[in-house]
């Protein structure tokens, strides 16, 4: 921990420099600190870089400073440059990283940075232009540049291949790795991991060093070493950046970076660095990758919930309904270390639900990504049972049973009864309701929707539904529960389908539609996976299976719900017997034990078949027409959610669409992607699909055409 009752003067006032670094002399040693609260950004506009240049030549023309300690207040060294001032206006005069750090390398005084926390991008980098790094336990290193479409711009690329080699440095540029300061001791990044006061004890470091003669040791001046041979390595790295991170356009440029460092002088290498970077930072993948960095952190505010809102204690869950869904729900809590009580009144349904948690936990020991001892911890905090009287004392308990309003509501009435007054009721639903779950209840402002994406164990993203009476303590409670078990939270309002599922209902809707009117299911499928799609439409379908799609239409059909144009192929396929992955076929086949499509004929002429009995004369239906119509969708029934006030803004749709739906980061999420393109070329794309024959379905979102009319975006 920093020393924080150290009181360094502030620069502001002494020497005309910055309040965001502060400086002080004591004894030989200039002690500069920067402090931008919250991550100690590297910030231009407000004066970090020049408070820190102010400072080194400050003690470098000092004769009293022998050597300097650059450190961080709060709780890290810093989390890289300011990102939301890329691509802004500078303000005249203030230096930038790259003065900063030139003029470091020219230092004749050694200087040390004391890293803590989380220690990123351009904050790892300031450190590797220092001459020696200390570190606390907590201290993480990474240059997660990748992650934002760009590459580390304040010499990264060029100084790390110099301390571990390129091999390695490449490895951790392109994944964007978090190393922990025991790691970077042992690959040679930091000089001591300091285990008691960071700021006294890496004093004391640097006057023990000085005694014995500390050298400056500047990283530009050594060289680069290759495990392998040079040419191969890059070569490699290139095949390997063009096929893994198609649509991403920074890995390649790190490649390019990182043969610089190999092939050419610091200088150039530089040179060639700082071209890239100011490239990247122009593209729309960037900008894309930019906009989901801020609307996550964005998403976890939440209308109506502060950081005075109270927050319940969660010490332990109940889960109700031990199958794919339970399981996986169940894991989650189990792997932050909260206890799971699980509940089933189907005692075979229990116990292979119970199986299959430890079948899955033994799976992951055997990858060796998890240790026996963290599996025994875990299985050991759960527990089944087939009464539901076992979840009386939770504090939370989650109801994932059968997607059908009676039972649930059955459940509510009977937890209601005898489930501690204080514990929150929550529901995975995924289409009903929750108002008319939470209406049996005496709480109902004590019901919420908690809506976890399959997978439950893997998928990051989670709906935190409020419904009408939830209290903001069960939003606030919920929202940081699920930061504790690592999910992507966004609260959304209650309506068909929440946010997720509403618009992918439109998306699979409009998919359907362009096979019945030429397209074929491969085709579909291979526009959008080359527009950035995991996986496409009916690739999806038949990874969730048909079969609970066909019951609900055949519901509806009786009970006379459906009205819109209807396509009747999947019906066809699910009378076959083909309801996807799991019986072998659906849209596609599948080889036993295999998840590779593998195109049917037969599916072929069903679809072709299908359009002759509406009268449709099929024709060919482009790649691009194909990407519009079902981006078009998404984006409309975006609108209409939010002029519904269902989610809270537009950044929120393209989390929950980047986080659970495998939309291309790159694109930035559905409504980013609209802007990206123009919400009047939107507009007008719809207004022309509509004219086509069969278009008639399309309806121009109300609130997408004002704020055309206005000229105004989503934000
Ligand atoms: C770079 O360095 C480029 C250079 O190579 C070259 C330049 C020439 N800038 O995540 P949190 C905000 S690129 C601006 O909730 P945590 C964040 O938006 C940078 N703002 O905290 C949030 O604001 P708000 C490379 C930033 O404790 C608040 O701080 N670095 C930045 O869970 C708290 O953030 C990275 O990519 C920033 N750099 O996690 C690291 N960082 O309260 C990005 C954070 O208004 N940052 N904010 O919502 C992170 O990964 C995490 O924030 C960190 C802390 C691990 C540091």
């Not at 075979?348 to 599996?375: C, M, P, Q, R």
């Not at 039972?407 to 009721?425: C, G, H, N, W």
């Not at 409670?477 to 599922?501: E, Q, R």
């Not at 049917?600 to 024709?619: K, L, Y």
Request: aromatic share 6%; glycine share 10%.
């Amino acid at each position: 921990m920093l020393n924080s009752a150290l009181e360094l003067k502030d620069l502001n006032g002494e020497t005309g420099m910055s309040e965001v670094v502060s400086y002080e002399v004591r004894g030989s040693i200039g002690l500069i600190q920067i402090n931008n609260p919250p991550v100690n950004a590297l910030s231009v506009n407000k004066g970090v870089l020049q408070g820190l240049l102010d400072a080194i030549k400050s003690g470098d023309h000092d004769p009293q400073v022998s050597a300097f300690l650059i450190f961080g207040s709060g709780k890290n060294f810093s989390g890289g440059a300011d990102i939301s001032e890329f691509g802004k206006p500078k303000v005249p005069g203030m230096a930038t990283l790259s003065d900063l750090l030139a003029y470091m390398d020219t230092v004749t005084k050694p200087i040390v940075a004391a890293l803590s926390g989380p220690t990123m991008g351009g904050g790892f980098e300031l450190s590797l232009t220092c001459h020696y790094r200390l570190a606390s336990q907590e201290t993480i290193v990474a240059l997660p540049e990748v992650k934002l479409g760009i590459l580390p711009g304040a010499g990264g690329t060029q100084r790390l291949p110099r301390i571990i080699g390129a091999e390695q440095a490449l490895e951790l540029i392109t994944s964007g790795a978090f190393v922990s300061a025991q790691e970077a001791k042992s690959l040679g990044i930091v000089d001591e991991v300091i285990d008691g006061n960071l700021l006294e004890d890496s004093i004391k470091w640097i006057k023990r060093a000085l005694r014995s003669g500390l050298p400056v040791a500047r990283v530009s001046e050594r060289s680069v070493k290759t495990a392998t041979d040079p040419k191969e390595f890059i070569a490699k790295a290139t095949g390997v950046a063009e096929k893994k991170w198609r649509g991403y356009p920074a890995p390649l440029r790190i490649v390019e970076c990182i043969d610089a460092a190999i092939n050419t002088s610091f200088k150039e290498g530089i040179q060639i660095e700082r071209k890239n970077i100011e490239e990247l930072i122009l593209t729309n993948e960037s900008k894309s990758l930019r906009h989901l960095f801020f609307a996550e952190r964005q998403a976890n505010k939440v209308v109506g919930i502060s950081k005075e809102t109270p927050t319940a204690k969660i010490q332990n869950v109940s889960v109700i309904g031990a199958g794919t869904m339970g399981t996986g729900i169940a894991m989650n809590f189990l792997n932050a270390g909260i206890p799971v009580t699980i509940v089933d009144t189907n005692d075979e349904t229990l116990k292979k639900g119970i199986d299959t948690i430890n079948k899955n936990y033994l799976s992951t020991v055997a990858k060796g990504k998890l240790s026996a001892e963290d599996h025994d911890r875990r299985v050991g905090i759960l527990t089944g049972s087939t009464q539901l009287s076992a979840v009386s004392d939770s504090d939370l308990v989650v109801e994932a049973v059968y997607e059908e309003m009676k039972i649930k509501q059955t459940i509510f009435r009977e937890l209601d009864s005898f489930v501690k007054p204080t514990a929150i009721l929550a529901t995975n639903t995924s289409t009903l309701d929750i108002d008319e779950i939470a209406s049996v209840t005496q709480r109902p402002e004590q019901v919420i929707g908690l809506h976890f994406f399959s997978p439950a164990n893997v998928m990051r993203l989670l709906e935190v539904v409020r419904a009408e009476k939830t209290s903001p303590e069960v939003v606030a409670t919920s929202m940081s529960l699920a930061k504790k078990i690592k999910k992507i939270p966004v609260c959304v309002g209650v309506c068909d389908g929440f946010v997720g599922n509403r618009m992918i209902h439109t998306y699979l809707r409009e998919a359907e539609y362009l096979i019945e009117e030429g397209a074929l299911p491969q085709q579909v499928d291979h526009a959008i996976e080359s527009f950035g799609f995991a996986m496409g439409p009916f690739r999806m379908c038949d990874l969730a299976g048909l079969d609970i799609g066909w019951a609900i239409r055949k519901r509806k059909k009786s009970e006379g719900l459906i009205s819109k144009r209807y396509v009747s192929i999947p019906d066809h396929l699910c009378e076959r017997g083909w309801f996807g992955q799991k019986t072998g076929g659906g849209y596609y086949t599948y080889e036993a034990g295999s998840r590779v499509p593998i195109v049917n004929p037969e599916v072929s002429a069903i679809v072709e078949s299908a359009s002759s009995q509406q009268g449709m004369i099929r024709r060919t239906i482009e790649a691009n027409e194909i990407v519009d119509r079902l981006m078009f969708a998404l984006i409309n029934e975006g609108a209409e959610i939010l002029a519904e006030g269902v989610a809270q803004r537009a950044s929120d749709i393209d989390v929950i669409y980047a986080a659970g739906y495998g939309f291309p980061r790159y694109r930035g999420g559905p409504m980013f992607y609209a802007q990206t393109i123009g919400l009047s070329n939107v507009v007008e794309g719809i207004e022309r699909y509509s004219k086509q024959d069969h278009g008639d379905h399309w309806e121009v979102s109300p609130f997408l055409s004002q704020l055309v009319q206005k000229n105004q975006t989503f934000e």
